[in-house]
């Protein structure tokens, strides 16, 4: 089993590289557009609708990452909302891997701004891969020698 560690160590080194430094060519830009909404109050909305648990607490992590690959749903404030909106006479197939329905009458237009606020303050910023623990630990055995 140990005699795999060093050759197991490159192989997750180097698919995890790609990951933290790459940006596919497909993916978007940050948003632009104007943004009506307040940050600070969508940022409570953020945590009180538990929307971390899917798309982390900064938009890079969790099951859905939306940062730095911005969906179309998220381009404008507008379209954000019309997505909301969208689902909400749709129950969806799988409720513990798809969003939650938000009607106006479970999050408001005003709400809705809000959070589309505070989600458009999210940046990526991925910390230099030698600041990131685990790596430095998955690096350095892959560069110390073999033996059995």
Not at 66 to 89: D, Y
Request: hydrophobic letters at 40%; a positive charge; charged letters at 15%.
């Amino acid at each position: 089993m140990t005699k795999w560690l060093g050759p197991v160590a490159i192989c997750l080194a180097a698919a995890a590289l790609p990951a933290v430094v790459h940006v596919p060519a497909h993916a978007q830009a940050a948003p632009s557009s104007p943004v009506t909404g307040n940050a600070a109050s969508g940022g409570k909305l953020y945590y009180d609708h538990a929307c971390y648990s899917c798309h982390g607490f900064n938009g890079e992590t969790g099951a859905r990452a939306f940062v730095p690959k911005w969906p179309a749903t998220l381009a404008t404030e507008r379209s954000f909302i019309a997505f909301l909106r969208g689902r909400a006479n749709v129950a969806p197939v799988q409720p513990s891997t798809s969003m939650p329905n938000y009607p106006v009458q479970s999050l408001s237009d005003l709400d809705a701004r809000n959070l589309y606020a505070y989600i458009r303050t999210f940046k990526s910023a991925p910390p230099p891969l030698e600041k990131i623990p685990a790596m430095t630990q998955i690096l350095d055995a892959a560069r110390k020698p073999y033996t059995p």
